[in-house]
């Protein structure tokens, strides 16, 4: 049993889809993937379900869909993997695999990532990690409180994807991922290590007069739109680029 959070909340049992209802209840089940093996206080639950308001009848509400979620996984065959979800108190928990929950499968991928020192290895890795991704993380039943409790997911998906491109440029691809850096670096202006990472792929591809645009670009609208300056080492890049400095060759 296979449990997706990373895009619209999804369960599979083998190559079938688990219908799991309702978007609070698929809520709910998120929820306790994400934290499990955890207990869930009740309460947290009510929490991130109604984050405004919630009903006199949210902690029966929650009872149900619990029940109704038991129910589905059963007729999906959970009890035949070890999946179970437990009440204990006012506390509930998703008993599984870690490995079977998409989110814990990326975690797992990047610290593997970070150990390895041979970047061909690295790099398929972080690409195996990076392809979990659906979609912004339970984006079919995200609510102000949930995008709060996914950030750190999307943090962590942007240095993958850094790290994962930091390794291409080491293998001498820059050529290759010139244009998903491209790409990246619009989506995410503000972030200066995808764009050192552009002016250095455009400067190997022999671009430095782009790369020097790139820059440039962006320095106005950090100085504009933030009041800041490029950090340190993007000013030293630079001036690397405009003196053709033979470091920033491939060795």
């Known amino acids: ?37 955890q207990l869930v206080p009740l309460d947290r639950l009510v929490d991130l379900t109604w984050p405004e308001s919630p009903p006199q009848t949210a902690r029966h509400a929650i009872h149900v869909r619990v029940s109704q979620l038991r129910t589905v996984l059963a007729m999906a065959g959970a009890d035949r993997e070890g999946v179970k979800i437990t009440t204990r108190g006012p506390t509930y928990l998703l008993r599984a695999d870690p490995m079977s929950v998409d989110t814990h499968r990326f975690r797992a991928l990047l610290a593997g990532a970070r150990l390895e020192t041979d970047d061909l290895e690295k790099a398929a890795m972080l690409r195996r990690a990076l392809d979990l991704w659906h979609g912004p993380p339970l984006a079919d039943v995200a609510t102000p409180r949930v995008e709060d409790l996914c950030r750190g997911l999307e943090e962590a998906r942007l240095t993958a994807v850094e790290d994962w491109l930091d390794a291409q440029l080491r293998l001498g691809r820059h050529e290759a991922v010139l244009d998903e850096l491209a790409e ?9 290590r995808l764009l050192a990472q552009l002016m250095l792929a455009l400067y190997r591809a022999g671009r430095a007069a782009d790369a020097l645009v790139a820059y440039r670009l962006a320095r106005s609208r950090l100085v504009e739109e933030l009041g800041l300056d490029p950090a340190p080492q993007l000013q030293q890049l630079e001036r690397a680029i405009l003196r053709g400095d033979p470091r920033l060759d491939l060795p």
Do not use: K, S
């Open 1 to 37: 049993m296979e449990f997706r959070l990373l895009g619209a909340v999804e369960v599979w049992a083998g190559d079938r889809q688990v219908d799991l209802g309702p978007r609070q209840q698929r809520l709910m089940l998120a929820i306790l993937a994400l934290n499990v093996n």
């Open 184 to 192: 990246y670096a619009g989506q995410y202006p503000y972030r200066q």
